[in-house]
């Protein structure tokens, strides 16, 4: 099985957020980059098939060379090799077309994403690669089986789980459940020495569009203090969720 | 040209969701001077939406659209649209709106932008403001395809009255083929789930044990909301992995979040930043959750939630 595993490289969670150029760009000063936590189930999930059934796993990245020392991350997790498609996206569609033509050209049997990176959340880029590539999809996966081409597969619906079948060639849009979090891999001192000799191909993009821009960011208006109630008054606090809040 | 939005329902009946796309979709093609069309699938009767603001009702009916699949919802969306020259399609991100629309833009060569959380602030460039970096931050964003889809995030528009005299129309639509079939749903019964929930009830380690659970519960169960957690909890097997709340877990948008014995990781906050009034209970005035709170009571859970409880419930009861 070729498996091909989506990589984004996302400020980590703890980073402050600010914008530069008036409010236009991220300034991804100081910020740490990471592998998109959904990513991170998906790349464990792919580990688990290569060591248990054979597999090869690639990983890819849409970005600028900034993103290598991501890849390398996840080679060091034990990705076969790398593809990083060299260009800056704008939107989730310029990603989804560049990360098709990859899929088109190397023949990969299952392809897993994060259901959503943790930068822009627009969750549109598996949805948008499965209909580009007409790879069948199933996104919010938390569980997924492969014997031969057959996929049994679980996703999340409001209040539940809903268990399907398809085959191969697929896309899985991945979250927490794919695997456990107890269950992701850290990266070990081997791990990073070979990651170091891994193949990571840089290839040019196709050009393809994006559908939409950012014209400004914003940050949420400041929030005003806490207002602290007193232990032995749990009238009051009830009193300003109903009169105040108006919430209960 | 029209406005199309997804009304989606369950089991015959719409929900809340639906209801804030469709007022959702009236304001925009009010902005636009259109009309909205809402489109319905296997909904038993379609002229609650008149309510809010629906002109016009396409009605599919077909048991093999019984079960959602997002392949061929998107294509009856896809249908609909091109049949009613819809321009503008709105659906909300609920875990099924977020499954569909991403099929629909390619269907249509549409931009998509999801957890938008206000009508656009212009129609010429088209400009709508969403939710991003984990809820730390918003963008304005241009969509520049002749086609839009726009993902409305829950509880950010909400529900408006707007009634007009709608009429409704059965439409046939093609049922596509899908390689995806859903063999099994398993749906927790008899409790809030914390998509649905206006109000959620949450809480941590500082609750010692599983066993402690019991108040939180029935303090849930007074205000009609559901449970949740935060992600140590569910580690630790506590409580489902179903109701970790945080930013690889569930987000939670509800009008109220009750956060107890949470001491407000950061991970854990960006789950809940989008609701709208919180309330911290935590013994430490250090926890970092009270500088993200609306409200706040310094003192031990254990004395607290069950005043909490008996007070609410004389509350209710008046």
């Known amino acids: 099985m070729k498996i091909l595993v989506c990589i984004s490289h996302v400020p980590d969670t703890t980073s402050k957020i600010n914008f530069t150029d008036s409010d236009t760009k991220f300034d991804t000063n100081g910020v740490q980059f990471v592998i998109n936590p959904y990513d991170e189930f998906c790349l464990t999930r792919a580990m688990w098939f290569k060591e248990k059934q054979g597999a090869t796993v690639t990983i890819v990245n849409v970005g600028g060379a900034e993103t290598e020392p991501t890849l390398r991350k996840a080679l060091a997790i034990g990705a076969d090799d790398a593809i990083r498609v060299n260009v800056n996206p704008t939107d989730g569609l310029q990603v989804a077309k560049e990360l098709a033509a990859v899929v088109k050209n190397g023949g990969y049997d299952l392809v897993l994403a994060g259901k959503e990176s943790a930068d822009y959340n627009g969750q549109m880029v598996p949805g948008m690669l499965a209909s580009l590539t007409d790879f069948n999809f199933i996104n919010g996966c938390v569980g997924i089986e492969v014997d031969g081409t057959a996929v049994t597969a679980t996703r999340e619906i409001d209040g539940g789980n809903e268990t399907l079948s398809t085959s191969l060639p697929l896309v899985i849009g991945g979250q927490k459940g794919v695997v456990e979090e107890k269950d992701l891999r850290i990266p070990n001192m081997r791990g990073i020495m070979m990651a170091r000799k891994k193949p990571l191909q840089v290839i040019e993009p196709v050009g393809g569009e994006a559908s939409t821009s950012v014209q400004s960011f914003e940050k949420p208006a400041p929030k005003g203090a806490v207002k602290l109630v007193d232990a032995d008054n749990v009238d009051e606090l009830i009193s300003l969720l109903h009169n105040e809040a108006k919430v209960i | ?318």
Not at chain 2, 68 to 94: G, H, L, P, R, W
Not at chain 2, 170 to 182: L, R
Not at chain 2, 201 to 225: F, I, Q, Y
């Open chain 2, 1 to 318: 040209m029209s406005v199309l939005v997804f009304a989606d329902s369950s089991e015959g009946k719409f929900k809340k969701t639906a209801l804030e796309v469709v007022s959702y979709g009236k304001k925009v093609a009010e902005q636009l001077g259109t009309n909205v069309v809402a489109l319905t699938i296997n909904a038993s009767d379609s002229s609650e939406l008149y309510t809010y603001g629906a002109e016009k009702v396409v009605s599919v009916s077909n048991d093999a659209l019984k079960t959602f699949n997002a392949k061929q919802y998107a294509a009856v969306v896809t249908e609909v649209a091109k049949a009613q020259n819809a321009t503008v399609i709105v659906v909300d991100s609920s875990i099924d709106g977020l499954y569909v629309a991403p099929i629909i833009a390619v269907n249509l060569d549409a931009g998509c932008v999801s957890n938008v959380v206000d009508v656009p602030s212009s129609t010429s460039p088209f400009t709508v403001k969403r939710k991003t970096f984990s809820n730390k931050a918003f963008s304005n964003t241009i969509i520049s395809t002749e086609h839009k889809v726009i993902g409305v995030a829950k509880n950010s528009y909400g529900v408006h009255e707007n009634v007009v005299a709608g009429s409704t129309e059965a439409f046939d639509a093609t049922v596509v083929d899908s390689a995806v079939k859903s063999e099994k749903i398993e749906r927790i019964t008899g409790k809030v789930t914390i998509a649905d929930a206006e109000i959620v009830v949450s809480a941590g380690r500082g609750l010692k044990g599983p066993e402690n659970w019991g108040m939180v519960e029935e303090l849930a169960e007074v205000l009609g909301a559901a449970t949740a957690c935060s992600k140590p909890v569910s580690d630790l097997g506590w409580r489902p992995h179903s109701e970790h709340v945080g930013q690889t877990g569930k987000p939670v948008a509800s009008n109220l979040y009750i956060a107890i014995g949470i001491s407000g990781a950061i991970q854990h906050l960006a789950g809940i930043n989008a609701s709208k009034v919180k309330v911290v209970i935590n013994t430490d005035p250090e926890a970092p959750f009270f500088k993200a709170a609306d409200y706040g009571i310094v003192g031990d859970a254990f004395e607290v939630v069950p005043k909490l409880i008996e007070k609410l419930k004389a509350f209710k009861a008046s």
